[in-house]
């Protein structure tokens, strides 16, 4: 029984990032905790030789060790929430359904007589049923009210609490838009609990910083590298470049993504293998290549 530990390392940091105005992905802490540490864990102790998930990804194991695989099925491809994996991990686990689609897995589960053949795929967050995220999270933080400003620093307006606002939101701000353009949320402060807010233009960027660092491969390390990168579970891919410190780095993208939210896992792909990723931590403004630039020690 896990409970204690996905109350604390699944919902206790969900909580806390919005708190601290980030916007968190619930399914990455609970597969890096619970599944494939904890209870990878108490199998070894148990003498399994593996452990088997129903996550939409593959393994190719060689001499050179284990490559971690989109799955079969690009619409429920979950390599994306398993960047943390290293490589004593996926030498434990098993991946049956990745070779699958999900059409053939719900026909496989139908001839098996399984009563979740035709259950509906899951569209909320587990621990909060009733889907409104923004309930859950009144009623376990403290109400800290500010202010919505523009990009030169003049009030907008007021907000109730940053940890209901994530970068891009435009719905639901509160405002009246008086004949103007629609307002988006470009930043969240969590020190001056001010948001700013601007033109969808403005939140299209190229280049940020990202922390934890993972990496299925300690070979795939190295200063710059050419990958294809993704900020977020149902977008694609897209070509850029990053600098890996031990355990942080810097992301360019070729062309400006938008929405690029801190709290959300950047994922780094090459053709079909995932090679790691991390955190997004901070939006940066653009600058010389990366490629080019040696200013590169700090993040």
Do not use: W
């Not at 708190?19 to 990455?28: A, Q």
């Not at 800290?144 to 907008?156: A, I």
């Amino acid at each position: 029984n896990f409970e204690k530990e996905f109350q604390e390392h699944v919902v206790n940091y969900f909580v806390r990032e919005y708190d601290s105005g980030r916007t968190p992905h619930p399914c990455l802490a609970c597969n890096d905790k619970i599944k494939f540490d904890f209870l990878l864990r108490r199998a070894m102790f148990l003498e399994a030789d593996y452990i088997a998930t129903g996550h939409y990804a593959r393994l190719d194991r060689s001499s050179s060790g284990v490559k971690l695989l989109r799955g079969v099925d690009s619409g429920k491809d979950q390599s994306y929430v398993l960047f943390t994996l290293n490589q004593p991990e996926l030498q434990k686990l098993l991946f049956p359904v990745g070779e699958y689609t999900k059409k053939e897995i719900r026909s496989l589960a139908l001839e098996g007589s399984l009563p979740v053949a035709d259950k509906p795929d899951s569209q909320e967050i587990c621990f909060i049923p009733s889907g409104n995220y923004r309930e859950f999270l009144q009623e376990r933080i403290k109400a800290r009210p500010g202010s919505f400003v523009d990009t030169s620093g003049k009030v907008l307006g007021d907000h109730p609490g940053i940890q209901f606002f994530t970068i891009g939101q435009r719905r639901r701000l509160g405002l009246k838009n008086n004949g103007l353009e629609p307002k988006f949320v470009l930043k969240i402060d969590n020190q001056t609990n001010e948001i700013t807010l601007g033109e969808e233009s403005e939140l299209y960027r190229k280049r940020f910083s990202f922390k934890n660092l993972s990496l299925t491969h300690e070979s795939y390390r190295s200063e710059v590298i050419d990958i294809f990168a993704r900020i977020r579970y149902k977008a694609e891919e897209s070509q850029a470049t990053a600098f890996f410190n031990e355990d942080s780095g810097i992301v360019e993208f070729k062309d400006p993504q938008r929405a690029i939210t801190p709290g959300q896992p950047v994922v780094f792909y090459k053709g079909e293998e995932l090679l790691g990723g991390g955190i997004i931590e901070n939006v940066l403004d653009d600058g010389p290549s990366l490629k080019q630039s040696k200013m590169l020690t700090t993040v």
